[in-house]
């Protein structure tokens, strides 16, 4: 059994490492963004909502994404374990998941932070070829991630569940370093 929340600036290759790590510990990828997909394509009342703020521009406020993620941790799939990317982003998102994991009687096993220099993750986002990804729009996510997410680090550093991976390698490198941190868990 795993709780495993994966962490790292964008393009530090959270999404092709949390696939591995779901599938090797056979629990839920729970990822923020495809939970606001589903939500909107079901029309649930939660999708309805975040259409609403992503129709006017705005980010989805902290309590919605709290609500969409306490609704999927309820879910009996996870009962074994999960993987949390993407969320939390903010410092009240950490503690909020701090008192909701408290309620559901469970524990964040760790948290996997991926660290990659600056210059690596601005070239490799400008390499995935996506029309939105230009230097400024990246400079931009940098930004945010460095202001309000980063942050959150020294807050899950202080319950001793924190482990920094130098995601700087070879995605192979970079999973088998976080294999080794996980060994106690498997």
Known sequence: MARLI???PPGAGKGT???SLAADFNI?????GDL????ISGQTPLGLKVQSYLDQGQLVPDQ???DMVQERLAQPDTASGWLLDG????ILQAQTLDKLLTEMKQTCDRVINLQVPEQTLITRMLSRG???????VIQDRLQVYHTETAPILDFYRQRNCLVDIDGDTSVEAVTDRIKAALADLT
Request: net charge positive; charged share 25%; hydrophobic share 45%.
């Open 130 to 136: 996506r029309k939105d990804d230009t230097e400024a």
């Open 64 to 66: 919605v994404v709290i």
């Open 36 to 39: 606001f997909r589903a939500a």
């Open 17 to 19: 490492q949390a696939v």
């Open 87 to 90: 969320f939390p982003r903010t």
């Open 6 to 8: 994966l962490f790292g």
């Open 28 to 32: 839920p990828h729970i990822s923020t």
